[in-house]
């Protein structure tokens, strides 16, 4: 085959591409317009705000610093449950996908661990969740990393914070 017929083949192959209207559309406008809606739509990821849902049982100083920390996280909105109700009940009955609870005793607990040193001594927040949910896992290893950072600046001693 010579050069010369190679390219008359390649011009004729362009030219009844460009003639067929829809080939053109899917083959350039329509993965153009693809990128543009999903760059569109998930292009403010990093701004995610995350709802959890927060009951306190203990009541003291202590669990509300610990409260205090997690709303100073920009992406965290914090949003309180009242003590006197059963969470697992709200949960189902609002369809919230979390609640995370602290538990009666965190504040005595977090006392006897700091002034005894008494690395025994540990305060398990429970989360009440919906397994369903395809955001939960999400949630929940976000609080696992700030309940990490927590104990890690607990002078680097065993957990306090843990799940049961």
Known sequence: MS?????????????????????VFFRVAFPVLLILVFGTIFMNQDNVRYDFYMQDLDQTDSSAELIKNLGSNENFKIIMVDPNINAAQHARKSKINLIVVIPKGYESSLIQRMTLEDLSVSAAITYIYDP???????????LNAVFAEINQSMSGKPTFISRP
């Open 132 to 142: 369903s949910s395809t955001s939960v896992e999400t949630k929940m290893e976000i």
């Open 3 to 23: 050069p010369r017929i190679i390219g008359a083949n390649l011009i004729v192959s362009i030219k009844s591409f460009y003639r067929e209207k829809t080939a």
